[in-house]
DNA sequence: ATAATATAGCTAATGCGATTAGCTAAAAGA
DNA sequence: TCTTTTAGCTAATCGCATTAGCTATATTAT
């Protein structure tokens, strides 16, 4: 008794137990379990229960995933950033399928402070659009794309959706190449 | 009793339910109530119970994306197709959030069955990129990257995740122009 | 038409995990 | 040292999924 638990390491400890078993497959019995403690004692730290848990599950997670993409980008820019960012993003849902799972459910808990779980890693990629001389409406196009084919791509491929034995590296370079050239067009004023 | 249940009619229930109150908050319980039964009535119908249901909730979303799809793209050819295609899936996500839910869980049912889910959709989106004298490769690029992005595209919009006031109209036709215009690269063999 | 069989639906019972209530002892502070 | 807080515990409640076994309606065969 008096393990000295707190939030960080149960939603830590809650995130390695997402990409295992997959985030529905999480009860506070074996979460609690897991952490030598019983599980109404996790109450004392998420009053809120699992619904609590969940949610700071998908905070955490984009936290996460802003602070590998904050750090890849650094001293990188235009397409090279863009890629990295990008190529990071995919390994990162690679490395992390129940935690990503957790974090597509900010419908659940729609408020501002939701919204903003997913507000830093759209900064970033704001700020590397910076580069490229966009208009604000132009920028604000590119970064929906980019992030409905991440979320979706990446989605898709984690659960095995993809069946065609062509690579999906290729096609995975092929899309962010045609985005780039999404820019290009915009740049040069194309239609 | 005697209602004359039968597993049609059950799954057209239920995914009104989950488009109404979100597809984690359909129970036995609420579905029996609705279709005049006690829940382990359904058990007769769903041996599997509430997973089977779920799995039959999503392959019955497929079917019905993939008939929408399918009428609307008659007649149709090249962009004008493919423009058709996409803006119906996203408006049958918007009619459908709690369905579409479910059919993002091809995750937890893998097998070939469940693969075959998406087939159809799939398998018209290649049908309409035949006319562009593409390689098959270079179809499969196409077809994974439009399949990405509308997946996320449409979850993000749908979970209300896209915070900035743009028109989300203008991001859709954006993101598409730009995806033809990476065929019209291809096309012309640009590197 | 009648007897035999199958089965949709029901009620009662089980089980499990979330959650709540109230207790206790360790830790922090006066 | 005395008080207060609080992390963790046990016991109890609740709701829903699921199972077991019953019954009456349909269906099929005779």
Redesign the pocket.
Same mark, same amino acid.
Not at 28 to 33: E, I, P, R, S, V
Not at 154 to 167: D, K, W
Not at 181 to 188: E, K, P, V
């Given at each position: 008794?008096?393990?000295?638990?707190d939030r960080k390491k149960i939603v830590e400890t809650a995130a390695n137990m997402a990409d295992e078993k997959g985030v529905s497959n999480?009860?506070?019995?074996l979460l609690?379990n897991e952490l030598?403690?019983?599980?109404? #004692?996790l109450?004392?730290?998420f #009053?809120g229960?699992?619904?609590e848990l969940n949610k700071e599950l998908m905070l955490y997670g984009w936290c996460s995933l802003e602070n590998e993409i904050t750090r890849v980008a650094v001293g990188k820019a235009k397409d090279d950033a863009i890629f990295a960012i990008c190529h990071t993003y995919r390994s990162f849902v690679s490395k992390h399928k129940g935690l990503f799972e957790a974090m597509q459910w900010y419908n659940m808990y729609q408020s501002k402070e939701h919204l903003q779980a997913t507000q830093g890693t759209v900064s970033v990629l704001f700020q590397v659009l910076e580069a490229y001389g966009l208009t604000e409406e132009q920028k604000v196009h590119i970064v929906r794309m980019l992030r409905g084919f991440l979320q979706g791509f990446t989605a898709i491929e984690s659960h095995g959706g993809y069946g065609n034995p062509t690579s999906l590296d290729d096609t995975f370079d092929f899309a962010i190449k045609t985005i780039l050239n999404g820019i290009s067009d915009l740049q040069r004023g194309a239609k």
């Amino acid at each position: 008794m008096k393990v000295g638990l707190d939030r960080k390491k149960i939603v830590e400890t809650a995130a390695n137990m997402a990409d295992e078993k997959g985030v529905s497959n999480i009860t506070l019995k074996l979460l609690a379990n897991e952490l030598g403690v019983k599980s109404p #004692s996790l109450y004392k730290h998420f #009053s809120g229960g699992l619904d609590e848990l969940n949610k700071e599950l998908m905070l955490y997670g984009w936290c996460s995933l802003e602070n590998e993409i904050t750090r890849v980008a650094v001293g990188k820019a235009k397409d090279d950033a863009i890629f990295a960012i990008c190529h990071t993003y995919r390994s990162f849902v690679s490395k992390h399928k129940g935690l990503f799972e957790a974090m597509q459910w900010y419908n659940m808990y729609q408020s501002k402070e939701h919204l903003q779980a997913t507000q830093g890693t759209v900064s970033v990629l704001f700020q590397v659009l910076e580069a490229y001389g966009l208009t604000e409406e132009q920028k604000v196009h590119i970064v929906r794309m980019l992030r409905g084919f991440l979320q979706g791509f990446t989605a898709i491929e984690s659960h095995g959706g993809y069946g065609n034995p062509t690579s999906l590296d290729d096609t995975f370079d092929f899309a962010i190449k045609t985005i780039l050239n999404g820019i290009s067009d915009l740049q040069r004023g194309a239609k």
